[in-house]
C-alpha cells in the first residue's frame, strides 16, 4: 500500500489546513504583483535554506513550467548563497571576538 502524502494526510485529519494549503498553492501558481515563475524561485529558496530537497526540486521545476529560465534558476541559487552564506559567516565570525568584547 502506498503512503499518503501530506497533503492526504491534512485532508483526512484537518479539512481547514488542507485549505488553507491548497490557497496558497494557488496564490504561488498565480500571476500578481510578482509573476508566478518568481514566486516558485522564492518557494524553491526557502525549502533549499529549510533542507527540504524534495521541495526545492519541485518548486525549482515549477518555476521553469511557468516560464523560468535555467539561468533565473541559477541566479535565484547563488543569492541563496550570498542571503544564506553571508548570515552565516557574519554570525560565525562572532566566535572571533576577545573574551572582553
Known amino acids: ?13 484537518s479539512p481547514e489546513l488542507a485549505q488553507i494549503s491548497r490557497a496558497d498553492g494557488e496564490f504561488l501558481d498565480a500571476d500578481s504583483a510578482l509573476p508566478a515563475w518568481v514566486k516558485q ?19 525549482g521545476r515549477r518555476a521553469r513550467e511557468l516560464g523560468a529560465s535555467r539561468e533565473q534558476v541559477v541566479e535565484a541559487i547563488k543569492l541563496l548563497r550570498i542571503f544564506g552564506g553571508r548570515p552565516a559567516m557574519a554570525t560565525g565570525a562572532e566566535g572571533l571576538r576577545e573574551p572582553s568584547e
Not at 41 to 59: E, I, S, T
Request: zero cysteines.
Open 1 to 13: 500500500m502506498e503512503e499518503k502524502s501530506w497533503s492526504e494526510l491534512l485532508a483526512e485529519h
Open 41 to 59: 524561485l522564492m518557494a524553491m529558496q526557502m525549502d533549499a535554506v529549510f533542507n527540504h530537497p524534495h521541495g526545492a526540486r519541485w518548486y
